[in-house]
């Protein structure tokens, strides 16, 4: 796991800005937002688990609820005779830690992480109080009573019918092991995929990219991986472009896969896949930005570094143009986003299935350079914030009509069973001053602060649009 804090400098300059200003004028500005501070009546002093100053966010007053910082208090049960030889052979030494709670399948506090069905987010049975609540890491079920099989995946929005399309791997299949020491696997079923109105209740749309499952040398053969589908709309050519990760069981093949349809709820066709730009590539995002551009970031040599490049106007290739960001720093499970100019990206560390710590990085152009801000994650505790609340990055999507507000959306892997694989939704907030100085020479970027905020329960503001 890496360690935060590398790039600490001895000041810290707080001043809540989405913007940045050169070296020249900082002193200005700093008695500029100095003066502001002072005259701010919503500044408050807030310890959001172990963190220092916060600046909320004011423009409605139910974002407060959302930043509310909460704190779990687990204990863990005393040390049994009887451990799984699986979770025994990972730490046969230390004492045992959430971590290992977690990735007991035979632990105490299994229910903790991967709740019983009994309390599944039932959409139909559920109105009325429970209703538009998110309960991370619950069993979430779609309109026929199913549990949502969209896992490492993302969503579009379909402004002319407000409509939002939810794709990820469908993994409703037995988990086992190529080989002795390949990793756990369900075969590939296909890109699943879930429209809504309200970001709650899901409709199944069926599967609208299905593996292949006889053809063996076809990349959507069954035996093969298709991970963290992502998919665009493409404004010039009226197509949905679907970009994902493609590879064999061993992670050998290292590619990018394209399929593109006509309508958001598919079928996809498959067009092929390639190592972009020559490059091998694992966890990937596609980012759409205002322009219209659209980008591909992937994790590369080794998952050491990712790389960024634009894709051709009609999204379906890579162009020359690539950028390595993050260098050395092996991130994995990218998921974009921009606020006010500036680039925003979350990243997991590489340690297969079992959680780790989430960065958030930030670049003022999405080529870079690319800072490394630290880790989001507010409240739960330690453990809680360490392993990214038992979750990886997939995707981050912007609120409508709330800037600022986002909704991280996060996998919480159960590798011996992948299709019960959970999803953890939380409120993500833009605001405040950075809390971790960037390295940067002529120019001093004054970074907004991204807070991931833990809540057992909670649920989007009553003014948000999708509630009509
Ligand atoms: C649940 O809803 C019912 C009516 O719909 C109400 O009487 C009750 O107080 C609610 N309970 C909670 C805990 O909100
Ligand atoms: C199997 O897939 C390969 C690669 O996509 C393709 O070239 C070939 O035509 C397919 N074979 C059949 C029988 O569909
Ligand atoms: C994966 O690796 C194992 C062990 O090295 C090997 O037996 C198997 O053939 C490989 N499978 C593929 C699809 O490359
Ligand atoms: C994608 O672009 C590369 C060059 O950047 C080109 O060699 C390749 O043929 C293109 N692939 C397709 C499917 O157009």
């Known amino acids: 796991m890496r ?20 070296f020249s004028v900082v002193v200005w500005s700093l008695v500029g937002c100095l003066l502001l501070l002072h005259l701010s009546s919503n500044f408050n002093h807030k310890d959001g688990g172990g963190r220092g100053v916060q600046l909320r966010i004011t423009h409605h007053p139910q974002f ?34 959430l971590i290992d709670e977690f990735l007991d399948e035979n632990s105490q506090l299994r229910h903790i992480f991967f709740p019983g069905r009994k309390r599944a987010i039932d959409p139909l049975k559920n109105a009325g109080n429970d ?65 809504s109105k309200d970001l709650w209740t899901w409709k199944n749309e ?23 589908p992502k998919v665009v709309y493409n404004d010039k050519t009226g197509k949905y472009v679907m970009w994902m990760h493609i590879d064999d069981a061993n992670y050998t093949k290292a590619a990018v896969g394209v399929a593109v349809s006509d309508t958001p709820d598919g079928p996809f066709d498959y067009l092929g896949s390639q190592r972009p730009h020559g490059y091998e590539s694992r966890d990937m995002t596609i980012f759409k930005d205002d322009d219209g551009l659209a980008y591909i970031v992937y994790s590369s040599e080794d998952n050491s570094e990712l790389h960024i490049g634009p894709l051709t106007e009609d999204y379906l290739n890579v162009t020359s143009v690539m950028r390595r960001v993050l260098v050395g720093q092996h991130r994995e499970a990218p998921a974009l986003f921009k606020h006010q100019g500036t680039y ?24 870079g350079p690319w800072e490394t801000m630290g ?21 981050v ?37 950075a809390d971790q100085p960037l390295e940067y020479t002529f120019e001093f970027p004054l970074w907004s602060r991204v807070s991931i905020y833990w809540h057992r329960k909670w649920r989007l503001p009553q003014g948000w649009a999708g509630f009509k």
Not at 67 to 91: L, M, Y
Not at 210 to 228: G, I, Q
Not at 376 to 390: E, S, V, Y
């Open 131 to 195: 209703s538009y609540y998110y309960y991370p890491g619950r069993i979430w079920l779609d309109t026929d009573g199913n549990p949502i099989q969209a896992h490492g995946g993302g969503i579009l929005y379909e402004k002319y019918s407000k409509t939002y399309y939810w794709y990820g791997e469908y993994k409703d299949g037995p988990t086992y092991h190529a080989h002795k020491k390949g990793p756990a696997r369900v075969d590939i079923i296909g890109v699943g995929c879930y429209s």
């Open 3 to 22: 360690m935060r804090n590398k790039y600490r400098k001895p000041t810290t300059l707080r001043c809540n800005a989405g913007s940045r200003c050169s």
């Open 206 to 228: 069926g599967i609208v990219l299905a593996a292949k499952e006889t053809n063996e040398t076809h990349d959507l053969h069954k035996s093969n991986v298709l991970e963290r």
């Open 344 to 367: 925003y990206m979350i990243t997991s560390g590489c340690t297969g299935w079992a959680p780790n710590e989430a960065l958030v990085h930030a670049a003022e152009s999405i080529l």
């Open 397 to 433: 999507l912007p609120l409508p009509g709330f800037p600022g507000s986002f909704i991280f959306i996060a996998d919480r892997w159960n590798p011996a069973d992948l299709r019960d694989s959970r999803y953890v939704w939380l409120p993500l907030i833009v605001a405040g001053p």
């Open 64 to 97: 407060r609820e959302l930043q509310e910082v909460e704190e779990e208090n687990i204990q863990i049960p005393p040390p049994r005779g009887k451990r799984s030889p699986r979770a025994a052979k990972r730490r046969p030494k230390r004492t045992t830690t």
């Open 375 to 395: 880790n989001p994650c507010m409240g739960g505790n330690k453990m809680f914030r360490l392993t990214t609340f038992f979750s990886q990055s997939t995707f």
